[in-house]
């Protein structure tokens, strides 16, 4: 995936809408075959800048280049993307095969073709027998596999999805999720989807922009984005993290020395150069909790406020001697791994500095 060639280039792209700056200066290589995310909070100006990719919205600075062509001035009709909308937007007094086939039907593909198309379509989103049925006598998630085949049988070279998932319940949207990243592995065409939902973003793909207030934070993996998130935000948006506030004290050999709140002096594998004040970061995963003090780099007294099941896994939050309170994630061998501590006992805390992360913002 690495060595592919950049398919979508988005250069210092800007939206304004009169006094709103819906995109700021935005710089982002999507690469062919990548599944890529663009991920933030409502407002962030991810969908705005999927629908400047798709030609619904002109930058008001910068350039978008597809496929090597600059895309400045073309029409959506004139571009190698299709887009699937958060609605799905299905035609209901069509049936499922003249909903797939009607961007076919508008350009003029030859009948012989259209039926090939729809029948190809139909296959790759697993609805072959749903041909002759109507929108109303589909499932939601049928629904949007109709969306899709209609966009995928056009053949684009980027495929657009905006918040394709969100009408879905919980269950149904864990199914489409790996549903749709294994169709992309099958076709192998650059799929780029707009989401707030972080778990979705890292479950379906191979790298993520995530943004806050129409500027791009940070571009990497599912991996990078989680272990090594570039400041607060990011950490604090991708998956559960504790925080704690620090001071930077000095410089050692193997690190950087920190003053912080309630542990004292520790020092952390930091090769930057961190100043002033800090935050320290621990996701809740890599703390242990126990009856007895454990060996560990950082150890901490505390006292259970809440906890909550969730089968495989608790999540509980202990109010430490040390300041802030922090959250714990273990896994459950049994019930009675929960059993085990109550609202109120006193515990330890522990976690090594190696899975600590030092933030500046």
């Given at each position: 995936?690495?060595?592919?060639?950049?398919?979508?280039?988005?250069?210092?792209?800007?939206?304004?809408?009169?006094?709103?700056?819906?995109?700021?200066?935005?710089?982002?290589?999507?690469?062919?075959?990548?599944?890529?995310?663009?991920?933030?909070?409502?407002?962030?100006?991810?969908?705005?800048?999927?629908?400047?990719?798709?030609?619904?919205?002109e930058p008001t600075e910068g350039r978008i280049v597809i496929d090597g062509r600059d895309m400045t001035g073309v029409p959506p009709n004139r571009r190698p993307v299709n887009m699937v909308f958060q609605s799905y937007a299905v035609f209901p007094h069509m049936t499922v095969a003249e909903n797939v086939a009607y961007g076919l039907v508008v350009t003029g593909t030859p009948r012989a073709e259209i039926e090939r198309r729809v029948r190809e379509g139909l296959d790759l989103v697993r609805l072959s027998g749903f041909a002759d049925r109507r929108p109303d006598q589909l499932s939601g998630g049928q629904r949007q596999r109709v969306a899709l085949a209609r966009a995928l049988v056009k053949r684009p070279r980027v495929l657009l999805l905006d918040e394709p998932l969100s009408a879905l319940d919980a269950k149904l949207r864990e199914a489409m999720q790996l549903e749709l990243a294994n169709l992309q592995a099958r076709i192998g065409i650059t799929f780029v989807i707009v989401t707030h939902d972080q778990d979705e973003a890292l479950s379906m793909a191979d790298r993520i922009a995530v943004m806050r207030e129409g500027r791009v934070e940070q571009i990497d993996t599912p991996g990078g984005l989680y272990e090594t998130p570039g400041n607060r935000f990011v950490a604090d948006f991708i998956g559960k993290i504790n925080l704690i506030g620090a001071r930077v004290v000095g410089a050692e050999a193997d690190g950087v020395a920190v003053e912080a709140r309630g542990l004292g002096r520790l020092v952390l594998p930091h090769g930057g150069g961190a100043a002033g004040e800090v935050h320290l970061a621990i996701r809740p995963e890599k703390i242990r909790i126990g009856r007895e003090r454990p060996g560990t780099d950082v150890a901490v007294r505390g006292k259970v406020?809440?906890?909550?099941?969730?089968?495989?896994?608790?999540?509980?939050?202990?109010?430490?001697?040390a300041g802030p309170r922090l959250s714990v994630i273990f896994q459950n061998a049994t019930r009675r791994t929960v059993d085990a501590f109550d609202i109120g006992d006193p515990v330890w805390l522990g976690w090594n500095t190696a899975d600590m992360l030092l933030l500046e913002e």
């Open positions: 995936m690495n060595g592919n060639p950049t398919i979508v280039s988005i250069e210092g792209v800007t939206k304004r809408f009169g006094s709103v700056v819906a995109v700021d200066d935005a710089d982002i290589e999507i690469r062919e075959g990548e599944f890529f995310a663009l991920l933030g909070p409502s407002g962030c100006g991810k969908t705005t800048l999927l629908r400047m990719i798709a030609g619904l919205e406020t809440d906890w909550a099941y969730y089968g495989d896994i608790s999540h509980m939050y202990v109010e430490t001697e």
